[in-house]
């Protein structure tokens, strides 16, 4: 009977061996390779002084108008994220890429991601660059945000700028978002495994090698980083925040938007509905997906410039 129970042991040894052995691998590599990571970004842009700490943004073109681009949750790194559209517009018009906090080469904070400290901020950050008058353009939650942002300072604004942004009380919105144990999977060294295994997201879109590389770099970086973990966590109060909300009358508003979209019921009417809610308000429908600005910016340009130019006639 010792014999059987020996090899039962050693069985048994072995199956809890094997995974202790191999997440402690996967721990030292990401230990090492994180110090690599950081030792290869290559600053873009400029800091400037918000809140205390610094708060990255890429500045281009030097037209009269400005325009001030805001992302979505979990862009790892805006300022660069945003420059198949940066190109296309900076030609016509002064472009600032805002970096939030916890994202690109922006500190982290401990202030609460709130809707209101978020636009505070890059308030704060366009006074430092001594901008008064722009046009705010947003991706995904940026929607949100900008809602509370006009609420603020509304008589700072041109026009709003929707790029697929999210509306208020939209499918889905009081679902929160689970993001417990992600912390522990990257210090694991998980999300480093299988983020190497997942391809080229950018693959076929509008980036060159450094830059893609720079992306993944800052991904690996910011995407776990508690200011995002607690952006994530705020994403429902933040959208309660606004429920039932619209922009001021008179702000001219202009949403660019995935045409079938299947994850959400009723996508272009949910924006239609609030396009209808101002004095001058457009939607616009395009192919694609969530991030149009990876692959539809000359069009968004194009008719971006076309609105702006109309509002500015009226």
Same mark, same amino acid.
């Given at each position: 009977?010792?014999?059987?129970?020996?090899?039962?042991?050693?069985?048994?040894?072995?199956?809890?061996?094997?995974?202790?052995?191999?997440?402690?691998?996967?721990?030292?590599?990401?230990?090492?390779?994180?110090?690599?990571?950081?030792?290869?970004?290559?600053?873009?842009?400029?800091?400037?002084?918000?809140?205390?700490?610094?708060?990255?943004?890429?500045?281009?073109?030097?037209?009269?108008?400005?325009?001030?681009?805001?992302?979505?949750?979990?862009?790892?790194?805006?300022?660069?994220?945003?420059?198949?559209?940066?190109?296309?517009?900076?030609?016509?018009?002064?472009?600032?890429?805002?970096?939030?906090?916890?994202?690109?080469?922006?500190?982290?904070?401990?202030?609460?991601?709130?809707?209101?400290?978020? +636009?505070?901020?890059?308030?704060?950050?366009?006074?430092?660059?001594?901008?008064?008058?722009?046009?705010?353009?947003?991706?995904?939650?940026?929607?949100?945000?900008?809602?509370?942002?006009?609420?603020?300072?509304?008589?700072?604004?041109?026009?709003?700028?929707?790029?697929?942004?999210?509306?208020?009380?939209?499918?889905?919105?009081?679902?929160?978002?689970?993001?417990?144990?992600?912390?522990?999977?990257?210090?694991?060294?998980?999300?480093?495994?299988?983020?190497?295994? +997942?391809?080229? +997201?950018?693959?076929?879109?509008?980036?060159?090698?450094?830059?893609?590389?720079?992306?993944?770099?800052?991904?690996?970086?910011?995407?776990?980083?508690?200011?995002?973990?607690?952006?994530?966590?705020?994403?429902?109060?933040?959208?309660?925040?606004?429920?039932?909300?619209?922009?001021?009358?008179?702000?001219?508003?202009?949403?660019?938007?995935?045409?079938?979209?299947?994850?959400?019921?009723?996508?272009?009417?949910?924006?239609?509905?609030?396009?209808?809610?101002?004095?001058?308000?457009?939607?616009?429908?395009?192919?694609?997906?969530?991030?149009?600005?990876?692959?539809?910016?000359?069009?968004?340009?194009?008719?971006?410039?076309?609105?702006?130019?109309?509002?500015?006639?009226?």
């Amino acid at each position: 009977m010792r014999r059987p129970l020996k090899i039962t042991l050693l069985t048994i040894g072995a199956v809890v061996a094997i995974p202790v052995l191999l997440l402690t691998t996967t721990s030292i590599v990401n230990v090492v390779a994180t110090k690599s990571d950081l030792a290869s970004i290559v600053p873009y842009g400029k800091l400037l002084p918000v809140d205390g700490r610094q708060m990255n943004v890429v500045d281009s073109g030097s037209g009269a108008e400005t325009i001030v681009l805001l992302p979505g949750l979990g862009t790892a790194a805006p300022g660069l994220d945003f420059q198949p559209l940066v190109a296309e517009l900076d030609d016509r018009y002064r472009v600032i890429a805002i970096e939030p906090f916890g994202t690109g080469l922006s500190d982290q904070t401990d202030a609460p991601r709130t809707a209101e400290n978020i +636009s505070r901020e890059v308030h704060e950050a366009l006074q430092e660059l001594g901008v008064e008058r722009y046009v705010l353009m947003g991706h995904s939650i940026a929607g949100i945000y900008a809602l509370e942002y006009s609420r603020m300072y509304a008589d700072e604004l041109i026009a709003f700028v929707g790029i697929d942004s999210s509306v208020p009380d939209q499918p889905g919105w009081d679902e929160p978002v689970p993001t417990d144990g992600l912390a522990e999977l990257r210090d694991l060294g998980i999300l480093r495994l299988l983020s190497a295994f +997942s391809g080229d +997201s950018y693959a076929g879109m509008p980036y060159d090698e450094h830059t893609k590389e720079q992306m993944r770099l800052l991904a690996t970086k910011n995407s776990t980083a508690p200011t995002l973990l607690d952006e994530i966590g705020h994403s429902v109060a933040n959208f309660a925040s606004v429920s039932g909300a619209t922009f001021p009358v008179t702000l001219p508003v202009l949403l660019f938007v995935v045409k079938d979209d299947a994850e959400v019921a009723g996508w272009v009417g949910l924006h239609e509905r609030q396009a209808a809610s101002v004095a001058q308000g457009t939607v616009i429908p395009l192919e694609g997906a969530h991030y149009l600005h990876h692959t539809r910016s000359a069009e968004i340009a194009r008719d971006t410039t076309a609105f702006l130019d109309a509002v500015s006639v009226r």
